[in-house]
């Protein structure tokens, strides 16, 4: 399991050119990796390809996904109140992409971050809506609905 959704994770890195600049995702990646680990070695062996491997993943790439995205967006508001280096608007819209908008509406919420810019509020809600419309076809495809 490890293996196989590493490479998947690094293939990412390698093949998707905003996500190299990208440490947010590295530290995704990087946690992914060390909880499916873990998870793996001192809990069960799995198939790699079997059903409670794939579910432990997704559920592992949602969690991390989401934490590191409200993290992200927390450094992005300490750096605009310094007048530091921001996190780069792309960097975040990659993350919101890859499963983390959950994260991003609740850090923007919470953090009162990113939430009046039209531009950055109209490609986030873009992102929501591309993804709800990739999840209704397949889920259709599937014949679940």
Known sequence: MVITYSVILIGLLFLIRP???NNF???HAALVILSAYY???H???ASIFGAK???LFVAFQFVFINLVTILAYWVDKRAAIRGAWRV???NLHTLEF???WSGALLAQRLFRHK???RSYQSMFWFILFMQAAAVYIILKYLGLL
């Open 19 to 21: 996500l190299q600049k």
């Open 25 to 27: 995702y590295i530290l």
């Open 39 to 41: 998870i793996e070695t």
């Open 43 to 45: 809990y069960f062996r």
């Open 53 to 55: 491997t794939l579910l």
């Open 88 to 90: 780069p608007e792309i």
């Open 98 to 100: 890859l499963g983390g």
């Open 115 to 117: 939430n009046k810019k």
